[in-house]
């Protein structure tokens, strides 16, 4: 908790980036650091250690912004189309070519957030384009053709 109210003190957006998380993940890394730092008598390999997880902490962050916006481009969330149709062709195509592909892996096909994905297949059956067959675990979708 001491890196962020240090880090905060320096840059106030240090308060919503989560350090103390990042540093749990990589703990064992952590406290290695800290150890070579008492041998070498010097602090450098710790900074370096914490340098490293806040450039990892911002480079996830602006992923997910991109990510985010990039999906917030292609489908509001009021649902409204942005170049939502060409999405929506990719989509469509995924579910003809596996009708049980989950929608974790629809995602990762179209390059896009679970989300959004989640969002434009409700609008799809919201407007009768597709049917969910089935339990979410073993069913499969079906597109309803025109």
């Known amino acids: ?3 962020t109210a240090i880090l905060v003190k320096w840059n106030p957006i240090f308060e919503y980036i989560p350090i ?4 749990e993940k990589f703990q064992d890394d952590y406290y290695d650091a800290i150890a070579k730092c008492h041998v070498e008598g010097e602090s450098t390999v710790f900074i370096e250690f914490m340098l490293a997880q806040i450039d990892n902490i911002l480079d996830e962050l602006l992923n997910q912004m991109t990510d985010s916006a990039t999906d917030d481009a ?3 969330a009021d649902g409204a189309n942005h170049g939502a149709d060409h ?3 990719r989509l469509l195509s995924g579910l003809k070519q596996n009708p049980y592909i989950t929608q974790t892996d629809l995602a990762k096909e179209l390059s896009l957030s679970r989300r959004t994905v989640q969002r434009m297949m409700k609008k799809l059956m919201d407007d009768g384009k597709i049917k969910r067959v089935g339990s979410t675990r073993t069913g499969y979708w079906k597109i309803k053709e025109k």
């Open 20 to 23: 103390e998380s990042q540093i």
């Open 87 to 89: 999405m929506e062709g």
């Open 74 to 76: 292609i489908l509001d």
């Open 1 to 3: 908790m001491w890196h």
